[in-house]
C-alpha cells in the first residue's frame, strides 16, 4: 500500500505497522489510566483534607457497627468519653520520625456505654515499652478523648506475622486484637490519639500521617512520552528503508 500526497509517498510494511499500532494503544491506552487514576487521587486527596478538619464528633453508635462503611469514617476526629482499660495494652512496632525503633501503645478505651473502642495513644521508645517507666502518663478513671478514626490495617504480603506471645503487633486489626485480649464489643476500626500531652511526655500522640503517594502524572508522561518515541521509530525505520519521501519528477 502507498499513500500519496502531492509528489509525497508513504510506503508502510504491514507487520511493523500493526504491531506499532497494537503497541501504540495500549501505551495510549495505559497513559489515559494513570491521568484517571490522578484525578481519583486527587479527589481522594482533597476528601482525606477535608474530613481532618472537621471538628470532633461521637462514635458510630455500635448497633451501626456491622453495616459501618469504614471507607467513609476513615480520617474524622472523633470524641470518645470512658476510660482507659490500662492492664490490657498492646504494642506495635513502628519507628518515630526519625527512624529509631519503638512501639505505638494501643489500649482498650471503654466508652461509657460498655463497648470498646481501641485507641493508639502514640509512639513510646523501646525502652519505656512497659508502663512501670511512663506510669505517670497512664491516664486513669473517666476521661474524654479526641482522635482520628482509622480503618484497620491490611496485612501487607512482606509484613511480619503478628507475636502474640510477646504482645507484639506488625498490623493494627481491632477485630483480632480484640480477640487475643478476650474482649467482646469491640468497635471494627480504631482511633490514634491526637497530639494532646500526656503527662510525662509520653506516649506521644498526634501520629496520624497521611501518605497517599500520587505519582500519576509522571506515569502518564512516561507512557505518553514511549508511545511518541515508538512512533518516532516507525516513521525513522520507514525513513531509513526508502518507504518515505518525496518523488523526483
Same mark, same amino acid.
Given at each position: 500500500?502507498? #499513500?500519496?500526497?502531492?509528489? @509525497?509517498?508513504?510506503? %508502510?510494511?504491514?507487520?511493523?505497522?500493526? +504491531? &506499532?499500532?497494537?503497541?501504540?494503544? /495500549?501505551?495510549?491506552?495505559?497513559?489515559?489510566?494513570?491521568?484517571?487514576?490522578?484525578?481519583?487521587?486527587?479527589?481522594?486527596?482533597?476528601?482525606?483534607?477535608?474530613?481532618?478538619?472537621?471538628?470532633?464528633?461521637?462514635?458510630?453508635?455500635?448497633?451501626?457497627?456491622?453495616?459501618?462503611?469504614?471507607?467513609?469514617?476513615?480520617?474524622?476526629?472523633?470524641?470518645?468519653?470512658?476510660?482507659?482499660?490500662?492492664?490490657?495494652?498492646?504494642?506495635?512496632?513502628?519507628?518515630?520520625?526519625?527512624?529509631?525503633?519503638?512501639?505505638?501503645?494501643?489500649?482498650?478505651?471503654?466508652?461509657?456505654?460498655?463497648? #470498646?473502642?481501641?485507641?493508639? @495513644?502514640?509512639?513510646? %521508645?523501646?525502652?519505656?515499652?512497659?508502663? +512501670? &517507666?511512663?506510669?505517670?502518663?497512664? /491516664?486513669?478513671?473517666?476521661?474524654?478523648?479526641?482522635?482520628?478514626?482509622?480503618?484497620?490495617?491490611?496485612?501487607?504480603?512482606?509484613?511480619?506475622?503478628?507475636?502474640?506471645?510477646?504482645?507484639?503487633?506488625?498490623?493494627?486489626?481491632?477485630?483480632?486484637?480484640?480477640?487475643?485480649?478476650?474482649?467482646?464489643?469491640?468497635?471494627?476500626?480504631?482511633?490514634?490519639?491526637?497530639?494532646?500531652?500526656?503527662?510525662?511526655?509520653?506516649?506521644?500522640?498526634?501520629?496520624?500521617?497521611?501518605?497517599?503517594?500520587?505519582?500519576?502524572?509522571?506515569?502518564?508522561?512516561?507512557?505518553?512520552?514511549?508511545?511518541?518515541?515508538?512512533?518516532?521509530?516507525?516513521?525513522?525505520?520507514?525513513?531509513?528503508?526508502?518507504?518515505?519521501?518525496?518523488?523526483?519528477?
Amino acid at each position: 500500500m502507498t #499513500i500519496l500526497s502531492d509528489n @509525497r509517498f508513504f510506503r %508502510p510494511l504491514i507487520g511493523p505497522t500493526i +504491531a &506499532t499500532t497494537i503497541a501504540l494503544v /495500549i501505551l495510549i491506552g495505559l497513559g489515559s489510566w494513570q491521568i484517571e487514576r490522578l484525578h481519583w487521587k486527587l479527589n481522594l486527596i482533597a476528601n482525606i483534607t477535608e474530613r481532618m478538619s472537621t471538628p470532633p464528633v461521637a462514635p458510630p453508635a455500635e448497633d451501626t457497627w456491622d453495616q459501618l462503611d469504614l471507607s467513609a469514617l476513615e480520617y474524622h476526629h472523633l470524641r470518645l468519653q470512658g476510660h482507659f482499660r490500662n492492664a490490657d495494652e498492646l504494642y506495635y512496632f513502628t519507628q518515630n520520625d526519625e527512624g529509631a525503633p519503638g512501639f505505638d501503645v494501643i489500649t482498650p478505651f471503654e466508652l461509657t456505654s460498655g463497648a #470498646i473502642v481501641l485507641v493508639d @495513644r502514640g509512639y513510646v %521508645p523501646r525502652a519505656d515499652k512497659f508502663p +512501670a &517507666t511512663r506510669a505517670s502518663g497512664q /491516664i486513669k478513671g473517666e476521661t474524654t478523648l479526641t482522635g482520628v478514626a482509622r480503618a484497620p490495617q491490611i496485612r501487607g504480603y512482606f509484613s511480619a506475622p503478628d507475636d502474640l506471645a510477646n504482645n507484639m503487633w506488625f498490623t493494627r486489626d481491632p477485630a483480632k486484637m480484640g480477640a487475643a485480649l478476650k474482649l467482646s464489643r469491640v468497635a471494627p476500626f480504631y482511633v490514634e490519639a491526637d497530639a494532646t500531652p500526656n503527662i510525662g511526655g509520653l506516649p506521644l500522640g498526634g501520629r496520624t500521617q497521611v501518605h497517599i503517594r500520587n505519582e500519576h502524572f509522571q506515569y502518564a508522561i512516561t507512557w505518553y512520552g514511549l508511545a511518541i518515541v515508538l512512533f518516532a521509530i516507525y516513521l525513522s525505520y520507514h525513513w531509513t528503508n526508502g518507504r518515505i519521501g518525496r518523488r523526483k519528477d
